[in-house]
């Protein structure tokens, strides 16, 4: 779906900020990207909907290359990105509005805008709150309609750039739900966080550092092999036991837990 | 002397159609140099509730009294001292030391005082005083961070008030926040930390408050919420209750990494688990 | 500061049903006639068309002098102004304060021109959302040749969407900003000057970040220039070209 061939990335006053990345992501992938701050996530994401293109190198999405011109707004209607933000995103004054933004930049015609509005806020549950100002949502509620407004689109593939980080717990857990729903149903979903426990339904992990990937391949393996702060990842208290519990022995790295679930069921095992 | 709050309500937007009652009858007092952790769902009256500590907000009905201040007179600001959320936002000097004096100044302090005041604060901080040349906005986001929290400290508080302090930090900064909070309390500040996050303040705090629409739900100790407490919970905690229902024989009033590690390991080799490796 | 943009009250009444351009061309229109009213004929004839358009709108009058009352103290102001330093017959002297006829006559039109002007506008955004006002100005916008400029229609009425949508954005910015600086001491008496940097400064940054990221949004989801649809529909029906006929013919004779 995406290919990624040797990409080179330097700003104009010749930083560089990716060296030689190559990589490729294949349908209804859940990749995970990780990393410290600064390793180049998030222009790496950048890159797979043309918003950023190769100083060097190439980025192919579904066949078509980014740096053809009349390929871009194809690229970008088939890779939609969800950014970190809840307040940058919201284009309208209502949610309808916003979520319409989309359509009407593809020149659908009104009835088909319509349909896809409506069927987008069904899917994350904002039906409700259609009429709504941005004003009178919460930070989860608009990162919902951010979402819906990407999937009114019609993506096959959706970039989501650490878009839980401003949110709280109960919300996090409500845009994860949504977008690991979404990959069971067919979606790509390439998915930058730092927080281990949005890695649960993680099929790839991929961890960046200084704009090179250092790893890439099944999430508990990497975890047990190494310092997960060091990937950029917090250390909620959960996961500090489970790593004690792991190098005192008790459990076997390659399933680490990333959840409390998983760390339950792994200790329910052991009795 | 005590922040304390008697029969506090508050409205926004009263006598419109968008009346809504932030805060209900509440009632509770924080004593001096406490570690307090306030949270609640979205909407409980958090932000609400801590802007009466510093004079932002004044209850419509009821009394707010900051150490033995009325919320009526003028600048609690200089008692408790707020810290608000993405506190990078505020930076606006052209050097360090234009923002950190920024406070202190404004009070009237002027010349070496005012020197002092902002390398004490930018020391206690644990900043390079050279920092204080440097513009802002050249700093990483955990400086910039810590830079702000100065300029709030240089005003010498009694108490600190902190709203979602460890929203969207990135990991490496966190721990050091919250080791640079506990440094500020051993000092002799009161903290009072807003936050849903409460896996990693329980440990900090000495006291516990839970708001749900506008009441107060629950003050007491950390052991005491777990104990009464049914939801929000530590997820260590929540693990210990479930293991329990599966069989274990664990401590539920637990919320720490050692206690539950070592709990854990109790029960498991009590139940002849073996370390394999 | 919410009604300028909230004051959309939805409906199904005439005015309602109306396609947004035949508003538009009727407001620009009848601002022509107001600022041209000079004379009391002219001030009862526009009184009595505004009436049967409140009344064809079913809204009630209430909403639109709620619309004026932010502005009396400016149309105040206009008003004493003219009848202070007009020149003409005095009608009343006091010390060296001299009213004049004229600026009594001069004073009263201009401000009820004003009022009018408000009052008139306020029919259009009582029902017409913005929305479909913008969606109507793109329309309008579409055959003049701005591509030589180097923007399109399409353009123009993005900007004017995204900055209604975004003034009330930056009031609640400044909102929480002011909040955050007064807890750290800001006083605007006693340092006017750092005060006023501590609240521009952070302002002007976040404001600039924010549209760096809104551009991304944008274009992320696909926007260009052209090509752009709309979820309204935009139709011309015949109640549309009855109003125009109307109008027209209402603006031809008050111009002659």
Redesign the interface.
């Known amino acids: 779906m995406i290919r990624i061939n040797n990409l080179i990335y330097r700003y104009p006053d010749g930083t560089q900020v990716l060296d030689s990345v190559s990589l490729d992501i294949c349908k209804e992938e859940f990749v995970a990207i990780a990393g410290k701050n600064g390793s180049g996530k998030s222009t790496l994401l950048r890159h797979m909907n043309a918003l950023l293109l190769p100083t060097e190198g190439s980025v192919i999405v579904n066949g078509m290359d980014t740096t053809d011109p009349s390929s871009i707004l194809n690229i970008r209607q088939m890779t939609g990105m969800v950014f970190q933000d809840p307040e940058s995103q919201f284009l309208g004054m209502t949610v309808e509005e916003d979520l319409a933004f989309g359509p009407e930049n593809l020149g659908l015609l009104q009835e088909e805008i319509r349909k896809r509005v409506n069927r987008a806020v069904q899917n994350v549950g904002m039906q409700e709150y259609k009429d709504h100002t941005p004003r009178s949502l919460s930070g989860g509620q608009k990162q919902k309609v951010a979402l819906a407004s990407v999937l009114a689109m019609e993506p096959e593939i959706i970039l989501f750039d650490e878009v839980t980080s401003m949110l709280d717990p109960k919300s996090r857990k409500e845009i994860l739900d949504l977008i690991t729903q979404l990959n069971e149903n067919g979606t790509t979903v390439v998915y930058i966080t730092h927080r281990l426990e949005e890695l649960v339904h993680a099929d790839r992990l991929i961890v960046m550092e200084n704009g090179s990937i250092t790893h890439n391949g099944n999430p508990r393996i990497i975890l047990s092999q190494g310092d997960a702060m060091n990937f950029g990842f917090e250390l909620p208290p959960m996961i500090e036991l489970a790593k004690r519990l792991c190098d005192s022995g008790f459990i076997d790295p390659a399933c680490f837990p990333l959840s409390r679930e998983e760390l339950r069921e792994a200790l329910c095992r052991l009795i | 002397m005590s922040i304390d709050l008697r029969n506090v309500s508050f409205w926004y937007n009263r006598g419109t159609s968008l009346e809504k009652q932030a805060l209900n009858n509440v009632n509770l007092s924080i004593e001096k140099a406490e570690f307090v952790l306030i949270t609640g769902e979205v909407g409980s009256g958090k932000s609400t509730l801590i802007r009466h500590f510093n004079g932002l907000l004044s209850p419509q009905s009821g009394s707010v009294t900051v150490s033995g201040i009325g919320s009526t007179s003028k600048d609690l600001r200089l008692i408790a001292g707020l810290l608000m959320q993405y506190p990078q936002k505020q930076l606006f000097g052209r050097t360090v030391f234009e923002d950190v004096s920024f406070g202190p100044s404004n009070f009237g302090l002027k010349g070496e005082a005012l020197d002092k005041r902002v390398s004490d604060a930018l020391y206690l901080l644990g900043l390079d005083s050279d920092i204080s040349g440097l513009s802002p906005f050249a700093l990483s986001g955990g400086q910039m961070r810590l830079v702000v929290l100065a300029g709030v400290m240089a005003m010498k508080p009694e108490y600190l008030v902190l709203d979602e302090p460890t929203s969207g930090i990135d990991p490496q900064n966190r721990s050091s926040l919250l080791s640079t909070l506990k440094k500020l309390h051993r000092s002799g500040i009161s903290i009072i930390v807003v936050s849903h996050q409460i896996c990693e303040l329980l440990p900090l705090a000495e006291k516990v408050i839970l708001l749900k629409n506008g009441k107060v739900a629950f003050a007491g100790t950390p052991k005491e919420y777990l104990k009464s407490v049914s939801s929000p919970l530590p997820e260590i905690t929540l693990l210990m209750k479930e293991l329990n229902l599966a069989g274990f024989n664990v401590n539920e009033d637990i919320f720490s990494v050692d206690d539950a590690f070592r709990e854990i390991r109790n029960e498991l080799e009590e139940k002849g688990v073996n370390q394999d490796e | 500061m919410n009604n300028l943009?909230?004051s959309f009250v939805p409906g199904s009444s005439l005015l309602h049903r109306l396609d947004p351009r035949t508003k538009i061309i009727g407001l620009m229109l009848s601002s022509i006639c107001i600022l041209e009213a000079s004379s009391f004929v002219e001030i009862v004839l526009l009184t009595f068309v505004f009436l049967s358009l409140v009344i064809s709108c079913k809204l009630p009058a209430m909403h639109f002098v709620r619309s004026v009352r932010p502005m009396l103290f400016f149309f105040a102001i206009l008003f004493i102004t003219q009848l202070l330093f007009t020149e003409g017959n005095t009608i009343y002297r006091f010390k060296w304060i001299s009213l004049s006829y004229e600026g009594l006559l001069l004073g009263s039109i201009i401000t009820l021109r004003f009022i009018f002007l408000l009052l008139f506008a306020a029919l259009l955004t009582a029902t017409t959302?913005?929305?479909r006002i913008t969606t109507g100005i793109e329309r309008l916008l579409r055959p003049l040749p701005l591509r030589y400029m180097g923007i399109s229609s399409h353009d123009l009425a993005m900007m004017m969407?995204?900055s209604?949508?975004f003034v009330?954005?930056l009031y609640?910015n400044f909102r929480?900003?002011k909040?955050?600086?007064?807890?750290?001491?800001?006083?605007i008496k006693?340092?006017p000057v750092?005060a006023i940097?501590?609240?521009?400064?952070?302002l002007v940054?976040?404001s600039l970040r924010?549209v760096e990221?809104?551009a991304?949004?944008?274009?992320?989801?696909?926007?260009?220039s052209l090509?752009?649809?709309?979820?309204?529909?935009m139709e011309v029906k015949k109640l549309d070209y009855l109003f125009f006929f109307l109008y027209s013919i209402f603006f031809i004779f008050y111009i002659l």
């Open positions: 943009f909230l959302s913005a929305s969407s995204l209604i949508y009330p954005l609640d929480s900003l909040e955050a600086q007064f807890s750290r001491g800001l006083n006693k340092t750092k940097f501590s609240l521009s400064v952070p940054n976040s924010r990221e809104v991304l949004a944008m274009e992320s989801r696909c926007y260009t090509g752009r649809t709309s979820i309204h529909v």
